[in-house]
């Protein structure tokens, strides 16, 4: 599981409007946007086209690698990383039932604890006062929400990449940061036969036809009975013990794959610092060797964006009636867009990774679609 992070932070914007004098403000928005936004850093991504046909080629060499993130189960009502650790905490907190969901909901939103912590504190917890193991009780809570028969064109065509016509596999291979077994479940309800292995731990033999799923932060099936080897990867002992074993599986599948393939990001972001520590380390090992990774992104809500922009600017007391009759919104709200894509699209390139802009996740699976069928 992965923490999904893709907007911008409005009160970054709060705080950056309070530095400015009025003055300030009114020389911002009476520039030439053109000028200003030729001024931003060059973008650092590439057209829809190119990326298309660079990622149709590697899918034809079989070197396409897909890298899943916790958008990929959204639509089988898998519980967010918010909701997952609610849910956990109830049953740390020594009270009725009825109100220790009410406790820890109240907790979760006023104090908002780093993922890090709780996922610690949750370890802890479970370890020396539950009978029942840490893996058992958040699979238990991962699934008591899923809806597995819940449609998605996303994971239908992420099935059928899964097996090309004539030929499968040709995906190199598949990396999850989920901990749920909902792409298994969905191979396994086709009328395909797609051989693919779950990969988990140490000692787990792939054949040569079968297409490997690697479960790189832990595995969680619903019905198989769990051992040592379903260790999932949830607080900060265990991104500790990832950091000090660079040797370990699950780092070294991830820097081999992101060295040597071309990996495309679904319902992932960038921002798990391991993750993004690992890039790193592949993007150094592959001297001249400069394949690009890619990533879906969604576009930021132009009319969200307005609403928060007027509200910011209505709580800023140095503007008055005059300068804001004055202010031109198209022009202020293009260039912020600019400013938050061209951000983004230069964090994702220093690890070479292009972004895929989309104005609706419901591109995504017309795009894999594209992908799947540049070789029938």
Same mark, same amino acid.
């Given at each position: ?58 899918? @034809? %060499?079989?070197? =396409? ?5 916790? #958008?990929?189960?959204?639509?089988? *009502?898998?519980? &967010?990383? /918010? ?123 792939? @054949? %040569?036809?079968? =297409? ?5 932060? #832990?595995?969680?099936?619903?019905? *198989?009975?769990? &051992?040592? /080897? ?123 990774? @292009? ?18 069928? &540049?070789?029938?």
């Amino acid at each position: 599981m992965s923490f999904e992070i893709n907007n911008i932070t409005i009160n970054t914007f709060n705080k950056r409007l309070k530095n400015y004098s009025s003055n300030d403000l009114k020389n911002l928005f009476e520039k030439n946007y053109s000028i200003l936004i030729n001024q931003l850093p060059e973008s650092k991504t590439i057209t829809r086209r190119q990326s298309l046909e660079n990622l149709k080629k590697a899918y @034809k %060499n079989e070197s =396409l690698v897909l890298v899943l993130g916790a #958008g990929v189960s959204i639509d089988f *009502k898998v519980p &967010s990383w /918010s909701v997952l650790l609610q849910n956990l905490m109830v049953h740390t907190i020594e009270k009725e039932k009825k109100d220790s969901e009410v406790i820890s909901k109240l907790f979760n939103d006023i104090f908002k604890p780093s993922p890090l912590i709780a996922g610690r504190y949750l370890q802890n917890y479970f370890s020396n006062n539950d009978k029942t193991s840490f893996e058992t009780m958040v699979r238990k809570v991962l699934y008591s929400t899923a809806k597995k028969n819940n449609p998605s064109n996303q994971m239908d065509e992420i099935v059928k990449l899964c097996a090309a016509p004539g030929k499968s596999p040709n995906l190199d291979s598949i990396i999850t940061y989920n901990f749920d077994d909902i792409l298994e479940y969905n191979l396994d309800k086709t009328n395909m036969d797609i051989p693919y292995k779950s990969v988990f731990g140490l000692g787990i033999d792939i @054949k %040569n036809n079968e =297409l490997p799923i690697f479960h790189v932060h #832990g595995f969680l099936p619903e019905n *198989k009975k769990l &051992s040592k /080897s379903n260790q999932i990867t949830f607080g900060e002992n265990n991104y500790h013990q990832q950091y000090s074993d660079i040797y370990s599986w699950n780092n070294i599948i991830q820097i081999n794959k992101f060295r040597d393939n071309t990996c495309l990001f679904i319902g992932s972001s960038l921002t798990d610092p391991n993750i993004r520590r690992l890039l790193d380390i592949a993007l150094k090992q592959k001297g001249n060797k400069r394949k690009h990774h890619y990533i879906f992104k969604k576009r930021f809500n132009i009319a969200k964006l307005e609403r928060e922009l007027i509200e910011a600017l209505k709580s800023q007391e140095i503007l008055d009636e005059k300068l804001k009759s004055n202010l031109n919104f198209d022009d202020v709200l293009k260039y912020l867009n600019e400013v938050y894509e061209r951000f983004e699209e230069n964090d994702s390139a220093s690890f070479g990774v @292009k972004t895929i802009w989309v104005d609706d996740w419901s591109e995504v699976p017309k795009i894999l679609k594209q992908i799947r069928e &540049s070789i029938a």
